[in-house]
């Protein structure tokens, strides 16, 4: 997006992973030397748009558990990356480190507690790029918190449907460049009735039919911008017995393995239009 990472970010870059998109606007091997110096294939500049989809605690034992929901992030997406949580794999922890790139001894969050960051953030560096972002998130919870008084645009919503609804708003606005959509359905009902009960499965999948209409929606508002649409859970959770039958926080593959999906699209050539809805029936047929 043309912006530098954040002053605390010690995170790897995401060439490798953005380079592995077979649509990718990075330069492939092959490509003409003017080809490559075209702003648009430029790592850096490439990306326009990025809506990201925090679906919380769905972790890579549950999506091995449910192949056909993790068919359907599949289909939606190009590349899929193998993650470790941090830990503890708590909510704030894991979202400070993903919106910082630095480790928890750095932001300062190392347990379940949720201060508004003092460090730098994904966010001061995207307002200081001229970058307009935006967080739509359930009133109460870590990422409606722990970032807040940025130079960014605030939603709070009364739960994760009215979540949807607002980012659809938004996206129809096109008016910011960063979305962060965040949905919690399933980590809290996991820590009540486990993370396989029929309920906590029945969230997941709400999730996962979200990502699919926010891939609908990205094509449909971004066809002609360079984009990208991301699934970005931040931990996994267990089986646990006693008054709560789910939970996550310790150092096991439940709890820390996590995928995330990247979808990266350059900006439609030609008839956006009629690449959006072309778009909008392939994501209709994995819905
Ligand atoms: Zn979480």
């Known amino acids: 997006m043309g912006i530098e990472p954040p002053t605390v970010c010690s995170a790897l870059p995401l060439g490798p992973v953005l380079a592995a998109v077979p649509e990718s606007p ?3 091997n092959g490509d003409s030397p003017s080809e490559r110096s075209d702003a648009r294939y430029s790592p850096r500049f490439a990306v326009q748009r990025v809506l990201v989809y925090g679906a919380d605690a769905i972790g890579r034992v549950f999506l091995d558990n449910h192949p056909d929901l993790k068919q ?7 590349v899929e990356v193998e993650l470790r949580a941090m ?10 480190s993903i919106f910082t790139g630095a480790l928890p001894e750095v932001h300062g969050i190392r347990k379940y507690e ?10 001061d560096a995207l307002a200081r790029a001229g970058k307009r972002a935006v967080i739509v998130a359930v009133k109460d919870c870590s990422m409606d918190i722990i ?9 709070t919503e009364e739960d994760d449907g009215a979540v949807l609804k607002r980012t659809l708003a938004l996206l129809e606005e096109d ?3 960063f979305i962060v959509c965040y949905n919690q359905e399933y ?14 499965v029945a969230a997941a999948q709400r999730h996962v039919e979200t990502f699919v209409r926010l891939w609908q929606a990205t094509e449909e508002r971004w066809a002609g911008q360079s984009r990208a649409l991301l699934f970005a859970p931040d931990h996994g959770a267990h089986n646990t017995s006693g008054a709560k039958l789910g939970d996550h926080g310790e150092d096991i593959p439940e709890d820390m393995d996590v995928l995330h999906f990247w979808r990266l699209r350059p900006a439609a050539p030609t008839d956006a239009a009629e690449y959006a809805r072309r778009a909008w029936d392939e994501a209709a047929e994995v819905w």
């Open 147 to 155: 970032f807040r008084n940025r130079q960014i645009d605030y939603f």
């Open 175 to 177: 008016e910011h460049d």
């Open 26 to 28: 990075v330069p492939q």
């Open 187 to 200: 980590d809290d009902v996991l820590h009540r009735a486990g993370p396989e009960s029929p309920d906590a």
């Open 114 to 123: 949720r201060p508004v960051l003092t460090c730098d953030t994904l966010f």
């Open 87 to 96: 830990f503890p794999p708590k909510t704030p922890v894991c979202y400070a």
């Open 72 to 78: 359907r992030l599949v289909a939606a997406t190009d």
